[in-house]
């Protein structure tokens, strides 16, 4: 089981990192992804990755939170880490209109930078959407023949937005989301509509902990480990084989990502 999208760099795993990673292996975790958020980020995301090449994987990219630091600088940078052998997408990129740290006018620039390079070095790319469905494929649809690879993490959205998105043949990442009995409504309807060949599991670690886990915890921080239970939920929603499912993703995963 490969976990797609992990903020491995953030500080609530500062302290415990190695003991995250090994609770990952113990729950039968083969590798994860990890997602990138800023420059500093994609450097450190790459450190990481190089401590267990067969493990670790890793975007580079801006998220769209952190559109306002991009600079000319940002943009040699990543081309200069794109080249590392751990780095398999660019990314976290896209728009997020529920919290506009930056501007949108900044996040819409930053997500043409970053589609540009997807293309200019053929890499997949590793999408964040978040109530800006309409602007976000506008900018996206007319590059999508020329890109290698989609992937639109953390899908949340509505049907008719799903429907759009696998009509391009875009990828769909599907996290914790589904276990919140409140948030997870609509969208564990959605699941079924998702060709098996284009889904895919994350945890989006430390966030998005599933809430219909039972945990002593004052914090209740999402980690890798807790991926079988989404592949479990999944599964259960679909109405698939979980040992199937859990195959096909797998498949799913290296072939986006074209992990050797």
Known sequence: MLDVGVN????KFSKDRIEVVLRARTAGITGM????STVSDSRQSIMIAKQDTKYFWCTVGVHPHYAYTWSKESRTEICKLINEPSVVAIGECGLDFYRSFSTRKQQVYVFQEQIEL????????FLHCRD???CFMSILKPWLPNLRSVLLHCF???RSE???CLEYDISIGVTGWICDPYRGRELSKLIPLIPSNRLLIETDAPWLFPKDIQLVSAKKRNEPCFLPHIMETVAKLR????TELSQKIINNTCNLFHLA
């Open 33 to 36: 992804i990890i997602i990138s």
């Open 8 to 11: 491995l760099t953030h500080e």
């Open 132 to 134: 800006a469905h309409q």
């Open 118 to 125: 997807a293309v200019e070095f053929s890499m997949p790319l």
């Open 162 to 164: 799903l429907e759009l």
């Open 156 to 158: 949340t959205g509505t």
């Open 239 to 242: 109405k698939d084989d979980i």
